[in-house]
Each structure stands twice: as C-alpha cells, then as structure tokens.
C-alpha cells in the first residue's frame, strides 16, 4: 500500500516517513512539504494520502481522495464538517500514536470513516441541539439502519457491523445500501457525512 505523505514541517515530515516505511506493508510513495500540493500535483500516486496540517484555515478542494488521513490539532468543527464533504476519510490529532495512524491509514484505504473522539465530540455538539435536516427525508431510516449509520462512523467494517448485529455480511451490505438510497448519496464516507451534518448521528 503506497502512502504519500505531507508537512510543512519537516521534523514531522520526517517522522512520518520513518512510520511508513517501517510499518509493513505500507510504502512510502511521496514526499511533500506544501500539504496542498499533495491535492493538486497529478505526478502523486498513492493509495492512501497522509496529510499533515498545523492549521484548520487550509481550504480543502471541493474533493479530496476518499482514502486521506488527516493529522491536525483541534479544528473547528466547520472545517471538520467541510473536510468530510470533501471526502477525507480519516481526521485525528497531531500527537496520535503511530499504531492510531497506521489504523487511520488502513481504514481509510477501506474506505471507512475514522474520527478521533475529541473531534468527533467536538463535531457532534456542534450538531447536536437542535437536532436538524435539510428536509424529511423520503423515507425515514429504521433503527437497524441508524444502528448500522453510526456503527459506519466509528469506522467498524462490514465484517464487524455483522458480528456486533448477528447477521450475515449480505445482510449488513443491504442495510448500507439502503441507507445510501434514502439519503441520496452514493458512497459509505457521504452517508456518515450526511448523518453528521443532519444531526442522524450522534457520536
């Protein structure tokens, strides 16, 4: 699995490429100082982006790579929000312990969506109360279906959700593709987001 990584810092930078390449079986596939450029520069090839941020007033483009794990110290919960819409898969803090990272990168790669607590927290308060939706949905989910939304949040797999619900992994892709169609998206990564945004989550 190729992992470019990104830091204006390079003590940081550093430090994450000695992560990777010591983590079997990530490889490094990239190297970058300006964390915009790993966004922008067509010659970067990987599978997973690991990208880290000093700042939360970066502005991320409309779409980022599903499989792009975030390092960055206490963002506001708008520039949460927003980085998810973009599409990053995965957001902790800085100081995350390298086994928190690697977990990061591998959901992400999975195309999981892995938040840390603290900004999940700070993330669901901002959503909170009131609860609120854009508008009613067509249908409604049922409570197997928000059950299996906010196990999606936490970044548990198929595989997971299964065992925690007793069903079949058959069963378990039926409910997210349900809870796909009713909330108008077409990816697992949207559907958290939406369920965030609309207060259906509530981590």
């Known amino acids: 699995m190729r992992v470019s990584v990104a830091s204006a810092s390079a003590v940081r930078r550093a430090g994450l490429e000695s992560l990777i390449k010591s983590s079997s079986p990530l490889k490094l596939g990239g190297s970058f100082s300006n964390p915009e450029r790993i966004f922008h520069s067509s010659a970067v090839q990987a599978d997973v982006y690991l990208v880290d941020l000093d700042r939360s007033s970066l502005v991320l483009p409309a779409r980022v790579p599903s499989a792009t794990v975030i390092l960055i110290d206490d963002p506001d919960p708008g520039w949460t929000a927003q980085a998810l819409r973009s599409g990053v898969g995965a957001i902790l803090e800085r100081d995350a312990s390298p086994a928190q ?34 508008g009613p949905l067509a249908e409604p ?40 169609d009713k909330l108008g998206v077409s990816t697992r990564t949207e559907a958290v987001t939406t369920g965030l945004r609309t207060g259906l989550i509530l981590l």
């Open 101 to 134: 990272i690697v977990g990061a990168i591998n959901a992400a790669h999975s195309d999981l969506v892995l938040l840390s607590s603290s900004i999940s927290q700070k993330l669901a308060e901002r959503v909170r109360a009131p609860a609120r939706h854009d």
């Open 141 to 180: 989910l049922t409570a197997r279906e928000l059950e299996v939304l906010t196990m999606l949040a936490e970044g548990v797999s198929n595989r997971e959700i299964a065992d925690r619900l007793a069903v079949s992994e058959h069963t378990v892709k039926f409910h997210i593709s349900s809870i796909l």
